[in-house]
């Protein structure tokens, strides 16, 4: 499945744009931190769409998603099928090599009687950005029909498994059935979710401005909902979770490298973006469905685009509560994770076992924090095709720690840091690994309003070592400054107090 770059530019600027609409609601004031204790809407009320085509859709038909009622198992089948059939035809006319999506009924017989499942070698953005992204397809048209997480996850493995059969004629690949469905998934919920948070407003019936822009965000969301009117209009209920929004844009520079190639741009324009969604500690808010809790963060540059895309939320667990000062959730997390900082590049689809949480250390300074510790199957290599490999495939433990330390309305403090392991567990080669690691610190200032600057350092070191290629250190860091657009939740702190 060879797509084109353009679609990476596209959703970097689609997503960036859409969610400056999303969790940054009408409020024009930075309010002080309040605690959250308003109602719970009204989950049984009736959202109306304007489609004139469906105006007579019969009650008994339209989406329900409290109860279930109007979901469609026949709807999304046949929609990834149709994408698969268009997406091959447009591949075999316009990819090279052509011959590779000629496929027909003898074909779709060999792949599922004689073929052998392979690691396929695809290049790394398309087998670790494009299939996810393909698989979140396969997922949205069958989340927004109204499937849960879990019935959406199989529709995204049911069409990646028909793509490897009846898409192309390669073998079968078993990364992308790893990649696609699973990555896709995770991301494709994200996307889900971020669209219904822009379609969902105070008086039920979202806009014209917001429905395109929740198409942008997940575009098969906005296909349902523009192809069945009506049937499909009910939007789906956040039940009001705590949102922590952040926008960011400016310039970056190349502070230090070693070992890098001379081709490293120095310099360039930066935006960033981050939501994280149903943070611990609001009351009544409860996280009985998967993702109720999220982290969303894209990173995108003039050097190479999308330099990373991670996304990780929670699939089972429960909350906890330590005295009057601290709130927070643990259980089992699933992330998806592109990272790709001009040099080397890291991907891991994974599951992880970890806690969120939220302390107040005074009466207006809190710290909030995530630490994860999983295993998953990823990728990671150089950008050089040289005396190396492009990148290597194996069973990848990782670590995630993320603090920000929060100073009222005014700064904020942030630290993220990331380890990857990508062994020769489970790896074609049987041999070499990949260690890399990524930090970044940032400090906010907020001016007036929801507006501030940041100051921003980021550092991401490989140790890479194979048999018969000579041991590889290398190291990139960053700085760069931005200017910071803030949601209506500010620094995003829950107050419970």
């Given amino acids: 499945m060879i797509w084109r770059s353009a679609v990476t530019r596209s959703l970097c600027r689609l997503i960036s744009v859409a969610l400056l609409f999303g969790p940054t609601g009408p409020s024009t004031t930075f309010a002080e931190p309040r605690p959250l204790t308003e109602p719970e809407p009204d989950h049984s009320a009736e959202v109306v769409g304007p489609p004139e085509a469906f105006k007579h859709t019969s009650p008994a038909s339209q989406l329900d998603w409290d109860s279930g009622r109007g979901k469609s198992y026949v709807i999304p089948a046949a929609g990834i099928l149709t994408y698969i059939f268009l997406l091959n035809q447009y591949d075999r006319h316009f990819v090279e090599p052509r011959d590779e999506y000629r496929t027909d009924g003898s074909t779709i017989r060999q792949q599922l009687t004689d073929s052998k499942w392979v690691i396929d070698n695809d290049q790394f953005k398309v087998n670790q950005f494009l299939h996810p992204y393909g698989g979140s397809v396969y997922y949205g048209l069958a989340r927004s029909s109204g499937l849960s997480f879990w019935e959406s996850f199989l529709y995204s493995t049911a069409g990646s498994f028909a793509w490897e059969i009846g898409g192309e004629r390669t073998n079968p690949s078993i990364n992308d059935m790893i990649t696609t469905p699973i990555g896709g998934s995770f991301l494709g919920e994200a996307l889900f979710r971020m669209a219904s948070l822009v379609l969902e407003v105070d008086d039920g019936r979202p806009g014209f401005v917001r429905e395109v822009v929740a198409a942008a965000i997940s575009p098969p969301t906005g296909f349902n909902r523009l192809i069945f009117g009506r049937r499909f209009d009910a939007v789906f209920p956040s039940y009001t979770p705590a949102t922590f929004f952040r926008l960011e844009a400016g310039g970056t520079r190349t502070s230090s490298s070693h070992n890098v190639s001379s081709g490293v741009r120095e310099h360039g324009a930066v935006g960033d973006l981050t939501l994280t969604y149903g943070l611990p500690g609001k009351p009544g808010y409860h996280y009985a469905r998967p993702f109720d809790y999220f982290d969303f963060h894209l990173t995108a540059v003039t050097a190479n685009t999308l330099e990373s895309l991670n996304t990780r939320g929670l699939l089972v667990g429960t909350t906890y509560a330590s005295g009057d000062h601290t709130r927070g959730l643990w259980g089992l997390f699933g992330s998806y994770d592109y990272i790709s900082p001009q040099v080397f590049r890291v991907s891991s689809t994974a599951l992880s076992l970890g806690t969120v949480w939220q302390t107040w250390l005074s009466e207006r300074i809190a710290l909030q924090g995530t630490a994860l510790g999983g295993v998953g ?64 610190a940032a400090f906010t200032l907020r001016l007036f309003d929801r507006h501030g600057i940041a ?24 700085v760069s400054l931005m200017y910071v657009l803030l949601g209506a939740s500010g620094f995003g702190t829950v107050d419970w107090r």
């Fill in 377 to 440: 199957y990823g990728a990671a290599g150089s950008i050089q095709r040289r005396e190396e490999r492009d990148y290597h495939y194996g069973l990848t433990p990782q670590a995630l720690l993320a603090l920000r330390l929060i100073f009222g309305n005014r700064a904020m403090i942030d630290f993220t840091g990331r380890e990857y392991y990508v062994s020769h567990v489970l790896s074609p080669e049987g041999n070499g690994q990949e260690n890399i690691m990524r930090g970044d």
């Fill in 455 to 478: 100051l921003r350092y980021a550092v991401a070191q490989r140790n890479a070592g194979y048999p018969n290629v000579e041991y590889r250190d290398q190291t990139v860091s960053t």
